[in-house]
C-alpha cells in the first residue's frame, strides 16, 4: 500500500460515510452539513487526480454556493423547530434495494471491463492542466459554445430562481 | 498508484447512495441533496477518466465543468420552487405534492 | 268434306261454346244462348250429314265410317284413338243430335228469356218474379249464361261418347257427363237440396264408375287393346271366353262384361245404384229431360249394347244383366204409382223403361234393346219438356195470385190444364201414350212390343211375365198423371190462372211428338198382321248390321201382341177411371208410405253407408289422426323448438357470451383500469422509484437471457 492509496481509502470512506448520513439524517441542517463534508472529501478526491482547478471550484462553487443554499432552503421551509415524523417514505425498503441494485449492477459491469486495473499515467513534466483546461474551454475548436451556453443557463436559471421564489407581497 | 477501478467504485458507491436518498427521502429539500451526491459522483467518474485516460484531452474536465454549472443552476431553480410550492401549500414533504396525475 | 273427318269434327262445336260463353260472352245473354244454339245447330247438321250418308251406304255395318290416329306409343306399337260411325252409333247420333238441339231451343224458354231481371233474384236460386207494371211476373234466369255453358260442355261430352271407337274415349265423355251433371243438378246451388242431390248423383255414380275402370282396365291387360273393332275378333273374343278370371267362376269376359256393367248400373240409374235419379230432378227441367232422360242415362245402356259381343260371351253375366233390367223396371214402377210431384213420376218411369233396355240386352235382344233406347229417347224427352211447360204455366199462376207457398209441381194443385195450355197437352197425351205402349200409332209399341216378343219367343217366361206387368203399372200411372195435370176442372186458383208458353218451349215439343210418333214406324216386323212387310223393317237391317252375325228376324206370335195390347189400353183405362175423380191426394188410395218413400232405400243406404263414411271422417280420420296425432306430433315441435332456444338462452347465450364475454371483458378492463390507477399516485419519487424497478428488472432480464 502506497502513502497514496492510504489517504485515498480513508479520503473516500469519510466521503461515503458522510454521504450516508446525508440520505439518513433526521435533522435537515445536520444533512446539509453533512453534504458540506462530503463534498469537501470529493475535492480532496480531485486533488489526488491532479485535477486541481476542479477541487477548488468544487469548493467555491458547492460548498461555498449550493451548499448554502441548501441551507437557506431547510430554513426557509421549516414549519417549526423541530423536524416532525420520519424521514424516510414508506417504501424506502424498495429504494435501498433499488440503489443496492444499482450498485450490484454497475459493479458487474465494471468487472466485466479489462481496463480496469490501469493505473495512472505520469503527468508529463511542465503540464498546466488549468491551462489547458482553460484553452479547452475557450478555443473555438474547443468547447467555447458549451462554455458560452451554459453561462446562458446560469442566467436563465437565475431569472427563474428569482421569479419563482420572489415574495409578492 | 491508484488504479482506477477504485475511483469507479467509489463513484458507484456515492451514486448508489445518492439514489437512496433520492427514493426514499419524505422532504423534498432532502431529495435535493440525494441528487447533489448523485451528481458528484459523476464528476468524480468523469475527472476519473480523464486522468486516467488521455491527459491531453481535456474532455473529461470541461465535461466536469459544465456539470458543475447545470449542477448549480438546478439547485437554485430546484430550491426556488421548493420555497414558492412550501409559501402556498405549507408544506415540502413529497407525498403531498400529487398532482402530477389525472 | 269426306265423312270421317266431319265425324271429328262433330264434338267440337258444344264444346267451343262452353270456352267462349265462360270466357267471353258471360255477361250477355242473347249472345251466349246463340253462341251455344249455334253450336247445337252446327253439331245437329254435321250428324245429320253423317247420318244420311251412312244410311246411303250397302252393307254399312262391314263398311263403317272409322279413323283412327296413333296416340299413345306403347312399346312396339300405338295406343289408338280414332271414331267410329258403325250402324249402332249412327242410329244413336241421330237421336242424340236432335233431342240436344231441342233442349237448347227449349231452355231459353225455360230460363225466361226476354223477361226483366227479378226483384230479390239471388245467383244460386231459382228466380223469384219481377214487378212490371204492378203485376208479379217471371224473372229471367240470373246465371242464364252458364247454363248454357254447362250443356254446351255437356252435349260435346255426349257427342264424344257416341263417336268414339274405343272404350277409353267413351269413358272420358262419360265422365265428362258425369261432371256436368253434378254441375247441372247443382245449378241452383244456394239451395241446400240441390247440393245434396248433386253431390248424392256423383258420388252414386262414381261408384259405378270406379268398377268400370277397373273393367276397362282389365279389358286393356288381356287383350292389349281397347278399340271396338280390335277386341270383336275371332281370336280375340275366343281367348276371352276361355281365360278364367277365378272370380265367381267367370270367364275373364263375363267379369269385364260384369265390371262394365256396374257402371251401367251408376250411371243409368238400375237397382241397387238407382237412389240418385229421383233426387236429380232439383235441377232445371231441360236438365232433367236432356241428362236423365234422353241422353246421358242412355248412354250407360249404350255401353251395354256396344259392348254386346263381349257380354254374350259369358251366359252368367247376360243373366245378372237381364234380372237386374227386369227387376229395377218392376220395382222402380211400383214407386211411380205413389208419387205426386209430375217431374218424380217421369224420374221413376225413365228408371223403370232403362230396365227395360237391360232387361232386353240381357235376354240378347239387341235390336229391341236399341229400337227401344231410341224411341224412349224421343218421348221421354218430350214428356220431361212438357212437364217444364205445365210447371211454367203453373208458376204464371202462382205470379197471378201471389202464393208463393204453392207447389207448381204438384199434381193434386193441377188440373183441366188442357184447356190452359193445349199444345202441352196434346204434345204431352202423344208422349205419354208413347210411354204407355199405345198400339199401332206411337212409336213406343212398337219397341215395347219387341222386347215382350224378343222375350216370349225365348222362352224367358218370369222376364216377360215381369216386363207385362211393368207395362200394365207404366200404363196406369202415365194415365194417373196425364188425368190428374190435365183432365177434369182446376182444383187451385193458381191452375185456373195457367196459360200455355212460349214458341221456344212448344215447338220442341210438336219436333219430338213427331218423333214420338213416326220412329216406331221405321222397325215394323215383317211378320206383323195387316202392316208387316208394307214399310220395311229399315231399323231391323240397318242396325242388325252392326254384329257380325245379323240377328235373325223373330217369327211372328200373337201372344206377346195380345199382352201389350190388354197391358197398354187396361193400363190407360184403369188409369183414367180411378183418377178421373180423385181431387186430393187423401182421396188416392195407392199413397202407400212404403211406395211413396221409395222402399225407404235412402235411408238403408244412409244407415248402412253415408252415416259410416261420416263417422269414418269427422271423427277416425279428422279428429283422432288428423287433430290428435299428426297435430299432436306438430304441437311437439313448437315448444320442443322453444325448449332448445330457452336452453341455449340461458345456459349458453346469457351466461357465456353475454356475461363472460361481454360484460365480462368490459368489467375486466374496468377493474385493471381501476387497480391500474394507483400507481399514477401524482408523486414522483414514487414514479421514479417505479421506473428504477422496472428498469432493473428488465435490464436484469436481457442481461441474463441475451448477454450472460
Request: hydrophobic residues 55%.
Given at each position: ?6 489517504i485515498?481509502?480513508i479520503v473516500a470512506?469519510?466521503t461515503?460515510?458522510a ?13 446539509a ?8 472529501g470529493?475535492a480532496?478526491l ?5 485535477a486541481?482547478?476542479i ?10 454556493a449550493?451548499?448554502i ?11 417549526d423547530?423541530r ?41 508529463p513534466a511542465?503540464f ?19 462554455f ?8 436563465a ?13 | ?6 475511483y ?10 445518492g439514489?437512496?436518498g433520492?427514493?426514499?427521502r419524505r422532504?423534498?429539500v ?9 451528481l458528484n ?16 484531452v ?38 403531498d ?5 389525472w | 268434306m ?12 258444344p264444346l ?7 270466357l ?14 249455334g ?16 244410311v246411303g251406304v250397302?252393307?254399312?255395318?262391314e ?14 306399337n ?5 271414331v267410329?260411325?258403325?250402324?249402332l252409333?249412327?242410329?244413336v247420333?241421330f ?16 230460363h225466361n ?17 219481377a ?11 240470373p ?7 254447362f250443356?254446351g260442355?255437356f252435349?260435346?261430352?255426349?257427342y264424344?261418347l257416341v263417336?268414339s271407337?274405343n ?31 248433386a253431390i ?10 270406379v268398377?268400370?275402370?277397373l273393367?276397362i282396365?282389365?279389358?286393356y291387360?288381356?287383350?292389349?287393346t ?10 280375340t273374343?275366343?281367348a ?27 250411371k243409368?240409374?238400375?237397382f241397387?245404384?238407382?237412389v240418385?235419379?229421383p ?6 227441367t231441360?236438365?232433367s ?5 234422353a ?27 237381364a ?30 223403361q ?18 227401344h233406347?231410341?224411341?224412349?229417347a ?22 197471378h195470385t ?5 207447389d ?15 199444345i202441352?197437352?196434346?204434345?204431352f ?7 204407355s ?13 219387341e222386347?215382350?216378343a ?15 206387368l ?40 210438336v ?5 214420338a210418333?213416326g ?21 231391323h ?8 252375325e ?8 200373337v ?6 195390347l ?41 244407415y ?23 297435430d ?13 332456444g ?14 363472460f ?24 419519487q414514487?414514479?421514479?422509484l ?15 437471457l441475451?448477454?450472460?
Amino acid at each position: 500500500m502506497t502513502t497514496e492509496q492510504i489517504i485515498f481509502l480513508i479520503v473516500a470512506g469519510a466521503t461515503l460515510a458522510a454521504g450516508l448520513l446525508v440520505v439518513t439524517s433526521r435533522n435537515l441542517i445536520h444533512a446539509a452539513l453533512w453534504l458540506v463534508a462530503t463534498l469537501f472529501g470529493v475535492a480532496i478526491l480531485y486533488t489526488l487526480l491532479n485535477a486541481g482547478f476542479i477541487a477548488v471550484v468544487q469548493v467555491v462553487v458547492y460548498i461555498g454556493a449550493i451548499a448554502i443554499l441548501f441551507i437557506f432552503a431547510v430554513m426557509l421551509t421549516r414549519k417549526d423547530m423541530r423536524d416532525s415524523g420520519p424521514q424516510h417514505n414508506k417504501t424506502w425498503w424498495l429504494g435501498a434495494l433499488v440503489s443496492l441494485l444499482t450498485f450490484g449492477g454497475l459493479f458487474a459491469v465494471l468487472g466485466q471491463w479489462s481496463g480496469l486495473a490501469k493505473t495512472g499515467a505520469e503527468l508529463p513534466a511542465g503540464f498546466d492542466s488549468v491551462a489547458a483546461l482553460g484553452e479547452a474551454l475557450t478555443s473555438a475548436n474547443g468547447y467555447v459554445l458549451p462554455f458560452e451556453v451554459a453561462s446562458v443557463l446560469l442566467l436563465a436559471a437565475m431569472v427563474g430562481a428569482v421569479y419563482l421564489a420572489f415574495n409578492k407581497k | 498508484m491508484i488504479p482506477l477501478s477504485w475511483y469507479l467504485l467509489f463513484s458507484a458507491a456515492l451514486f448508489s447512495i445518492g439514489l437512496f436518498g433520492v427514493l426514499s427521502r419524505r422532504n423534498a429539500v432532502a431529495i435535493l441533496l440525494g441528487v447533489e451526491l448523485m451528481l458528484n459522483a459523476i464528476n468524480v467518474n468523469l475527472v476519473a477518466f480523464w486522468r486516467y485516460g488521455d491527459i491531453a484531452v481535456m474532455a473529461g474536465q470541461v465535461f466536469a465543468i459544465i456539470v458543475f454549472a447545470v449542477a448549480a443552476a438546478e439547485v437554485s431553480v430546484g430550491l426556488a420552487l421548493v420555497i414558492s410550492v412550501y409559501r402556498r401549500r405549507n408544506t415540502v414533504i413529497a407525498e403531498d405534492l400529487d398532482l402530477l396525475k389525472w | 268434306m269426306a265423312t270421317e273427318n266431319l265425324i271429328w269434327l262433330l264434338p267440337l262445336p258444344p264444346l267451343l261454346a262452353f270456352f267462349l260463353i265462360v270466357l267471353f260472352t258471360n255477361k250477355n245473354k242473347a249472345l251466349s244462348h246463340s253462341v251455344a244454339i249455334g253450336a247445337a245447330f252446327l253439331s245437329w247438321l254435321g250428324s245429320m250429314i253423317v247420318f244420311i250418308r251412312a244410311v246411303g251406304v250397302e252393307h254399312f255395318g262391314e263398311h263403317p265410317f272409322a279413323s283412327s290416329i296413333n296416340w299413345l306409343p306403347t312399346g312396339d306399337n300405338w295406343f289408338k284413338l280414332g271414331v267410329l260411325i258403325d250402324p249402332l252409333s249412327a242410329a244413336v247420333l241421330f237421336f242424340v243430335a236432335w233431342t240436344v238441339l231441342m233442349i237448347f231451343l227449349y231452355s231459353v224458354g225455360y230460363h225466361n228469356f226476354g223477361q226483366p231481371a227479378g226483384d230479390h233474384d239471388h245467383k244460386g236460386l231459382p228466380p223469384h218474379g219481377a214487378t212490371l207494371h204492378g203485376h208479379s211476373v217471371p224473372s229471367i234466369e240470373p246465371m242464364y249464361s252458364r247454363f248454357f255453358a254447362f250443356i254446351g260442355l255437356f252435349a260435346f261430352g255426349m257427342y264424344t261418347l257416341v263417336v268414339s271407337d274405343n272404350l277409353l274415349t267413351l269413358y272420358v265423355g262419360w265422365e265428362i257427363m258425369g261432371l256436368c251433371s253434378y254441375l247441372l243438378i247443382g245449378f241452383w246451388f244456394a239451395k241446400p237440396s240441390a247440393r245434396n242431390a248433386a253431390i248424392k248423383a256423383f258420388m252414386t255414380t262414381r261408384l259405378g264408375d270406379v268398377f268400370m275402370l277397373l273393367g276397362i282396365a282389365f279389358l286393356y291387360s288381356s287383350t292389349g287393346t281397347l278399340t271396338y273393332r280390335e277386341i270383336f275378333t275371332e281370336s280375340t273374343l275366343h281367348a276371352l271366353a276361355t281365360i278364367p278370371s277365378g272370380v265367381f267362376g267367370l270367364s275373364a269376359a263375363g267379369l269385364i262384361a260384369l265390371f262394365l256393367f256396374i257402371g251401367t248400373v251408376g250411371k243409368s240409374a238400375q237397382f241397387p245404384l238407382h237412389v240418385w235419379l229421383p233426387d236429380a230432378m232439383e235441377g232445371p227441367t231441360p236438365v232433367s229431360a236432356m241428362i236423365h232422360a234422353a241422353t246421358m242415362v242412355s248412354a250407360g245402356v249404350y255401353a251395354v249394347i256396344r259392348m254386346f259381343p263381349l257380354y254374350s260371351l259369358d251366359a252368367k253375366t247376360m243373366t245378372i244383366v237381364a234380372f237386374i233390367g227386369a227387376f229395377t223396371a218392376i220395382f222402380a214402377a211400383t214407386i211411380a204409382v205413389a208419387q205426386n210431384d209430375i217431374k218424380r213420376v217421369l224420374a221413376f218411369s225413365t228408371i223403370s223403361q232403362l230396365g227395360y233396355m237391360i232387361a232386353a240386352i240381357g235376354m240378347g235382344a239387341y235390336i229391341a234393346a236399341v229400337f227401344h233406347l231410341i224411341t224412349h229417347a224421343f218421348f221421354k224427352a218430350l214428356l220431361f219438356l212438357g212437364s217444364g211447360s205445365v210447371i211454367h204455366g203453373m208458376e204464371h199462376g202462382v205470379y197471378h195470385t201471389g202464393n208463393h207457398h204453392l207447389d207448381p209441381q204438384d199434381m193434386f194443385n193441377m188440373g183441366g190444364l188442357r184447356k190452359k195450355m193445349p199444345i202441352t197437352f196434346w204434345t204431352f197425351l202423344i208422349g205419354g201414350f208413347a210411354l204407355s205402349g199405345f198400339p199401332i200409332i206411337t212409336a213406343g209399341f212398337w219397341s215395347k212390343d219387341e222386347i215382350l216378343a224378343d222375350a216370349f219367343a225365348n222362352g224367358h217366361m218370369a222376364i216377360f211375365i215381369t216386363l207385362a206387368l211393368a207395362a200394365f203399372l207404366t200404363a196406369f200411372y202415365t194415365m194417373r198423371q196425364i188425368t190428374l195435370t190435365f183432365l177434369g176442372e182446376p182444383r187451385t186458383e193458381e191452375a185456373k190462372h195457367a196459360h200455355e208458353t212460349n214458341w221456344t218451349m212448344t215447338t220442341p215439343l210438336v219436333i219430338l211428338s213427331v218423333f214420338a210418333i213416326g220412329y216406331g214406324w221405321v222397325g215394323i216386323p215383317e211378320h206383323f198382321p195387316l202392316l208387316g212387310g208394307l214399310i220395311p223393317n229399315w231399323f231391323h237391317e240397318f242396325v242388325g248390321g252392326t254384329l257380325a252375325e245379323h240377328p235373325e228376324t223373330l217369327p211372328f206370335n200373337v201372344v206377346p201382341l195380345l199382352t201389350s195390347l190388354v197391358v197398354a189400353l187396361g193400363g190407360l183405362g184403369l188409369g183414367w177411371y180411378i183418377y178421373r175423380d180423385v181431387k186430393t191426394a187423401e182421396q188416392d188410395k195407392l199413397q202407400f208410405a212404403l211406395l211413396k218413400n221409395k222402399y225407404y232405400f235412402d235411408e238403408i243406404y244412409d244407415y248402412l253407408f253415408i252415416q259410416p263414411s261420416i263417422w269414418f271422417s269427422e271423427v277416425f280420420v279428422s279428429k283422432w289422426m288428423d287433430k290428435g296425432v299428426i297435430d299432436g306430433i306438430l304441437h311437439l315441435f313448437g315448444p320442443a323448438t322453444g325448449g332448445i332456444g330457452a336452453s341455449i338462452r340461458n345456459y349458453f347465450d346469457v351466461p357465456f357470451i353475454n356475461q363472460f364475454l361481454g360484460d365480462g371483458s368490459a368489467n375486466s378492463v374496468y377493474w385493471i383500469g381501476k387497480n391500474l390507477r394507483p400507481i399514477q399516485t401524482g408523486r414522483i419519487q414514487q414514479y421514479l422509484l417505479l421506473s428504477l424497478v422496472v428498469f432493473s428488472v428488465v435490464g436484469g432480464l436481457i442481461y441474463i437471457l441475451l448477454l450472460a
